[in-house]
């Protein structure tokens, strides 16, 4: 059995990297190539890389230059995020723990030891970060113990959870209600490129829904305004936008009513990404057919409703990974930021390699936050492809058989 | 009975389907109308309390600053128009580059992931997968401040047949002659190297993460327009026996370029429009120049109304060429 095991390894093997002298010769040069880099990358990275710079101001990349003394506000808001996720994965997922969730509880438990011990965190900050992936893994753990006899308005309630938890994380962070309130313009790295990312995702998807809708209206003027806008917007590079943003916005509205630099950027990006997700939406608009608009308005349903419980269900299945692709473009094009002056990661990034004590020490900086983005990009996209599996009429109607 | 046929004895005007479009028309126009009208009275009454009021006056004014690369010959004492078209001609050049480099680039990876090499394969994935989820204006400045402007200078310089890479600038050989295939290719005077065609390393770092961020699209466009070729197209094809490579450049890509090529366009005005983001590395584009004039004329609405017709100019000139490519490739019926 286990040489029969083996064979077929090498079977395999073969046909992949070997199966004619060509890929032979391609294999043993792009072999040679990897070795070869992969060892220059690993000597520096364990020797001649300075990770200091990384965890001198590790602080500085998390929350820029937020008061020290209010930054309690931001550790309970992460608690409550932690608590949160693990309320809803323990829902959906129930008493057993299936090899994906174990997988993705091991990386969480590796990551909440090993970063922080990598950035040299005192033992009191390590702690907390210790905690809270506690707090996560056994709120899953109790959720799915007892969350599922839960009752059903209670179960349909629970996404509601999230809409709340941002309202109460916009209050902890900006301030208000009686605490003390933190200007815009000291929020810094990943707490203002999450700030503006989740902020421009959340209001531009409505927003985009309103325009594909009104492309695809048969009413003349909506289409046209609708097209004008989306094309306009598609037209221009981000940069001029928000360039635009930053300098015409002052003239446009009486003074005082103008809305301060930070806030500005994130409306500039929410109607930017607006018109991209306008035409996600539109493709998946386009691809229900005629028919199921007709048969809706036949069996008397308003032209609101026929859209809601029939078209937009099925046109946004559809239209869902080019969506979520447009949110990680957004993501990434937070970067932009930086270049307007503001303190996003790559903003902080720059602040910090302006400092004597750390210059040229670039590329421990970029890899650092090319990980870092890398993660979060590839995690939306993970997280699409999931939801579209479940999401897909297979899968559903197999699940309620 | 006799009432159903006159509906407007029942239904009020307001829920007529005759004039419920309208209706909404209107009010939507009323709204949009109150919301421009407010934003354009306030922008004439902000300008000309700035003293800013719309005028084209200033592109005739010295520029006073100077860019340090140009294809034009510019310098300080030219007036703010000249600065402005020789951004744009940078702009253009990088595009144009961009454009060549990242479709190469892109096909070559693209076809990469039909390989029949496993290791090949699973490198062109890695490569997408990387490249598209780190953003663009990091791998720009990675680029410019971590390689090339780590590139030594002088003896130590990068050597490549044909090419240097150095601090100073990328040097490449090329025909002096071009009667007698003369070919002069880079070499040291002193500690500077000379050479018939030289880059800066701003416009290097520019284009190499033009050409490595699009390339990864690009790829993406290219996999899906040769998957879409029936599986029975290759197989007839090596039936016929023809060679791998020849089945792809014979076969395959004339029929996959139906697919590719309206993916391509998007791309390209995509590479034309992230263009625009030299301004992290150095190179003088049309935006860094037009940002440059503004910060100095304070003329913030005019130069935008510049940008935004430059950009929106350079993609429907893309959109056209590429939509007549379209039209070469398609399926020609009787």
Known sequence: ?401 | MGAAGTPSAVTPWWRDRRWIPWIVQGAVALAVLVVVAFLLGNLVRNLTAAGLLLSWRWVGNPAGFDISETLLPFDASLPYWRALLAGLANTLRVVLAGLVGATVLGTLVGTASFSSNGLLRRLARVYVEVIRNIPLLLQLVFWYFVVFLALPNGRDALQLPGVVLARSGLYLGWFTDPLHLTWTGPHLEGSVWHAPLRLTVEFGALLTGLVVYTGAFIAEVVRGGVASVPQGQWEAARSLGFMPLQILRRIVLPQALRVIVPGLNSQYISLAKNSSLAVACGYSDLYSVAETTLNQTGRAVEVMLILLGAYLVIDLLISALMNGLNQLVQLKER
């Not at chain 1, 059995?1 to 992949?16: N, Q, T, Y």
């Not at chain 1, 209050?171 to 200007?183: A, D, E, F, K, W």
Request: proline share 6%.
């Open chain 1, 1 to 401: 059995m286990e040489r029969l095991g083996a064979d077929r390894w090498v079977l395999r093997l073969r046909r992949e990297l070997f199966a004619s002298r060509t890929d032979g010769v391609i294999t043993l040069v792009l072999v040679g190539l990897l070795l070869g880099l992969g060892g220059a990358f690993l000597r520096w990275a364990l020797f001649q890389a300075d990770w200091a710079v990384v965890q001198v101001n590790s602080t500085l990349f998390a929350v820029g230059r937020y008061p020290l003394d209010q930054q309690w506000r931001l550790w309970l808001l992460t608690s409550l995020l932690a608590a949160a996720t693990g309320l809803s994965w323990g829902v959906l997922r129930g008493r057993d723990w299936p090899p994906n969730d174990r997988i993705a509880a091991v990386l969480l438990g590796g990551l909440a030891l090993l970063v922080p011990l990598f950035l040299q965190l005192s033992f009191a900050l390590q702690a907390r970060w210790w905690a809270i992936a506690l707090l996560l893994l056994g709120v899953r753990w109790a959720a799915g113990r007892w969350g599922n006899p839960l009752p059903p308005p209670w179960r349909r309630g629970l996404p509601l959870l999230w809409p709340v938890l941002y309202l109460v994380g916009m209050v902890l962070i900006s301030g208000g209600l009686g605490l003390m309130p933190v200007r815009p313009s000291d929020w810094g790295g990943l707490l203002m490129t999450l700030v503006q990312s989740t902020f421009a995702i959340l209001l531009c998807f409505p927003l985009g829904l309103a325009l594909a809708l009104g492309r695809r209206s048969e009413l003349p003027l909506l289409r046209w305004g609708s097209v004008i806008y989306i094309e306009f917007i598609r037209g221009a590079p981000l940069i001029t936008l928000l360039f635009l943003g930053q300098n015409i916005l002052g003239f446009l509205l009486p003074g005082g009513l103008a809305p301060d630099r930070v806030w500005r950027a994130a409306w500039v990006l929410t109607f930017f990404a607006a018109a991209y997700v306008a035409e996600a939406v539109r493709s998946g608009l386009a691809a229900v057919p005629r028919g199921q608009m007709e048969a809706a308005r036949a069996l008397g349903l308003p032209v609101p409703q026929a859209l809601i419980h029939v078209v937009l269900p099925q046109a946004l299945r559809v239209a869902l990974p080019a969506t979520v692709g447009q949110f990680i473009t957004l993501l990434q094009d937070t970067t932009l930021l930086s270049l307007i002056g503001l303190l996003d990661l790559l903003g902080v990034a720059r602040t910090v390699m302006a400092n004597p004590a750390f210059l040229g020490k670039n590329a421990e900086v970029y890899l650092l936050l090319a990980v870092l983005f890398w993660c979060c990009c590839a995690a939306l996209g993970l997280g699409s492809r999931a939801l579209e599996t479940r999401l897909n009429p297979n899968t559903l109607s197999a699940a309620r058989a």
